[in-house]
């Protein structure tokens, strides 16, 4: 089994953040650019070998820090930062809440005649913090050291997020991690959460938590109300496993999920392939049985998109096959590992699982079934 980079032009494009110069738009990469200079370095070396080990250690240029679940996601000790008011760390820094938004495309300040954004996905905002940050340590900090952020949405869903930096007079942004903030320096930081729809038009609380120096302080984004449930029981379990067909709805205690489709082929594609995206191609005298299926997670926390479902395939009801998983993204535009991706409280992604079969499994008439378990529910599936 092969997984192979596929680019539809020249040279290497990227898909979500956006550069603009002159008028003329060019589409860039929502994972940055690592991503693709991460794969490109990867073909040249004939590095992709997924079959022996489905693991892949990379991260991404602007990675989404995990969540862990808590008891209480709200803290009430948390000191309150208000627009355009000034607190001081210790003898850390000085930092001011310049202004909050939430929008399906982030743009910098001043736009210069050249400069990136970040666009969200379909279905989705992104909540967009950004902080005035001065420094009054005695030496330079990385600007991804500064401060590490949560989201919380209606009480009790929380999201995880990134940063970045401003530059150029507040015309670009660049990435943090590759960025300093000089002693008595002031830069302007933003902490960006990628969230459903929903989380901007609900009216429901939406609060940001700083961590800045060890101290937590909260940012009141949107003063709305509270849903006061259990997290567990917003979603009453309808079906606890048994035979599934394509589009039916299923709602377990923490998940809605559907079967999308199921294929057999030699060649693994995106649903609608991106100027760049990756594709899995089986090796010769073989074929992949493809199983989709669209996952909403209704829980309070993020979930590693490679915990949720374990599958089996059993072929003329006697040969047993195992597999592994991936996930969309880029709008179901390119694939990327299930293994360093995760699923927010209330979005919905693609998760396919693989299975490499031999090419007569395609051609014969025999039984194909899945056996899947999401949530601690076991369900069917079969193919053919």
Do not use: W
Not at 11 to 16: L, P
Not at 106 to 124: C, I, L, Q, R, W
Not at 228 to 246: H, M, R, W
């Amino acid at each position: 089994m092969k997984k192979k980079i596929c680019a539809l032009i020249c040279c290497v494009v990227f898909t979500s953040i956006t550069l603009v110069a002159c008028g003329k738009t060019e589409t860039i990469n929502n994972e940055m650019k690592e991503k693709a200079e991460e794969a490109v370095k990867e073909m040249a070396d004939d590095a992709f070998s997924e079959a022996d080990s489905h693991e892949n250690t990379s991260e991404k240029a602007v990675s989404e820090e995990p969540v862990e679940p808590v008891d209480e996601l709200n803290n009430p000790d948390a000191e309150l930062l208000k627009e355009g008011n000034t607190v001081t760390v210790g003898e850390i820094c000085e930092i001011t809440l310049d202004y909050t938004d939430i929008t399906g495309d982030v743009m910098p300040k001043n736009p210069a005649s050249f400069y990136t954004h970040y666009e969200a996905d379909a279905g989705k905002a992104y909540v967009d913090v950004c902080v005035a940050y001065k420094n009054t340590d005695t030496s330079a900090i990385t600007a991804d050291d500064t401060m590490k952020g949560r989201l919380v949405y209606a009480g009790k869903y929380e999201y995880s997020g990134f940063s970045m930096i401003e530059e150029d007079n507040r015309g670009n942004f660049t990435y943090s991690n590759i960025t300093s903030i000089s002693p008595l320096s002031t830069e302007y930081i933003h902490y960006l959460f990628e969230v459903p729809d929903e989380v901007k038009n609900s009216g429901k609380e939406v609060d940001v938590y700083l961590t800045v120096s060890d101290k937590e302080y909260k940012v009141e984004v949107n003063q709305g109300s509270v849903d006061s449930s259990e997290v567990k029981a917003t979603t009453e379990a309808t079906n606890v496993g048994g035979t599934v067909n394509d589009g039916e709805a299923i709602t377990t205690s923490n998940s809605e999920f559907s079967v999308d489709y199921s294929n057999i082929t030699n060649d693994v594609m995106p649903k609608s392939p991106a100027n760049f995206y990756s594709h899995y191609e089986a090796d010769a005298g073989k074929v992949y049985v493809d199983f989709c299926i669209a996952y909403k997670n209704t829980s309070g926390s993020n979930i590693g998109a490679d915990k949720i479902m374990s599958a089996s395939l059993k072929y003329a009801d006697k040969y047993d096959y195992t597999g592994f998983s991936m996930i969309e993204e880029d709008n179901r535009g390119d694939f990327t590992y299930s293994n360093i991706t995760s699923v927010a409280p209330l979005s919905t992604e693609y998760i396919h699982y693989l299975f490499e079969v031999p090419e007569e499994v395609k051609n014969s008439s025999e039984s194909i079934v899945i056996s899947f378990t999401i949530d601690g529910c076991d369900f069917d599936y079969t193919v053919r």
